[in-house]
């Protein structure tokens, strides 16, 4: 009776051991993808705002063009 109970006790320890592996393995890919997601986020805001940049530079020269024609 005692080793039944004893074996039970082990299994279930052994099923939560296995649980907790699974879910820290979880953890660590969705940390990775949330660092991978916060990487391209930086690169679009980065990219976003040369163009923006080079947007205001171009416009700013046509507007010296436009102000040394006229």
Partial sequence: MYEQ??????????QQQE????QQK???K????NE???NSFE???FTFFCL??????TEMFYAAIFIAIY
């Avoid at 109970?5 to 052994?14: G, L, M, S």
């Avoid at 923006?52 to 530079?57: E, K």
């Fill in 5 to 14: 109970e004893a074996e039970e006790f082990n299994w279930t320890h052994q």
């Fill in 19 to 22: 649980q907790q592996q699974k």
């Fill in 26 to 28: 979880n953890n660590k």
């Fill in 30 to 33: 969705s940390q990775s993808r």
């Fill in 36 to 38: 991978n997601l916060e």
């Fill in 43 to 45: 690169f679009v805001r």
């Fill in 52 to 57: 923006d940049y080079y947007v205001i530079l």
